[in-house]
Antibody, heavy 118, light 107 residues
Framework: QVQLVESGGGVVQPGRSLRLSCAAS????????IHWVRQAPGKGLEWVAD????????YYADSVKGRFTISRDNSQNTVYLQMNSLRVEDTAVYYC???????????WGQGTLVTVSS | EIVMTQSPATLSVSPGEGVTLSCRAS??????LAWYQQKPGQSPRLLIF???TRATGIPARFSGRGSGTEFILTISSLQPEDFAVYYC??????????FGGGTKVEI
């Protein structure tokens, strides 16, 4: 069955960096783009970034552009989110998600919590 | 950026009742709309895509309709497990993909 497992969250000070991982299994990873979506505590969902199936293109929300970098290793079935210059407002649960034919999400991971605090 | 607006923010209902949730797009998104259900402490679950097509395993009491800028999610005869937050998401024009603010369906 399809599984997406995030890891790498934790508590970090403002201005510091963190790298999240999303390990995928149960589907042909190299055929699908993968997205990161975040949810601040008690708030709604915010799309963060995505990377196409072969890693050749990446797209970002304006709120993270220039600070976050999404990448993938198709040999390891893993997508990464490198988060630099973290801000308090980046505090959220970060989900990775797989999209289907359209850019809607048929599978989500369980999420990993990132807390940015001094 | 396409702004998605959901109403109402909260809906108080009783089990067995039917509910209608609204989602409006700031410009036409054709039928490129998805609905998700999220329960506390859980990841979102895909309910509807293409505005009206139920995802695999979603009960028939969930139905979606609409196109352009106005969309509706209907849940007929609410079950106890349906109390949750519901989000709409447009995927017609991106980046960015955008979500509505959510509607909480509570008892």
């Amino acid at each position: 069955q399809v599984q997406l497992v995030e890891s790498g969250g934790g508590v970090v000070q403002p201005g510091r960096s963190l790298r999240l991982s999303c390990a995928a299994s149960g589907f042909n990873f190299t055929n699908y783009g993968i997205h990161w979506v975040r949810q601040a505590p008690g708030k709604g969902l915010e799309w963060v970034a995505d990377i196409v199936f072969d890693g050749s293109k990446q797209y970002y929300a304006d709120s993270v552009k220039g600070r976050f970098t999404i990448s993938r290793d198709n040999s390891q079935n893993t997508v990464y989110l490198q988060m630099n210059s973290l801000r308090v407002e980046d505090t959220a649960v970060y989900y990775c998600a797989k999209h289907l034919r359209g850019y809607y999400f048929d599978y989500w991971g369980q999420g990993t919590l990132v807390t940015v605090s001094s | 950026e396409i702004v998605m607006t959901q109403s109402p923010a909260t809906l108080s209902v009783s089990p067995g009742e039917g509910v209608t949730l609204s989602c409006r797009a700031s410009q036409s998104i054709n039928s490129n709309l998805a609905w998700y259900q999220q329960k506390p402490g859980q990841s979102p679950r895909l309910l509807i895509f293409g505005a009206s097509t139920r995802a695999t395993g979603i009960p028939a009491r969930f139905s979606g309709r609409g196109s352009g800028t106005e969309f509706i999610l209907t849940i007929s005869s609410l079950q106890p497990e349906d109390f949750a937050v519901y989000y709409c998401q447009q995927y017609n024009t991106w980046p960015p993909l955008t979500f509505g603010g959510g509607t909480k369906v509570e008892i």
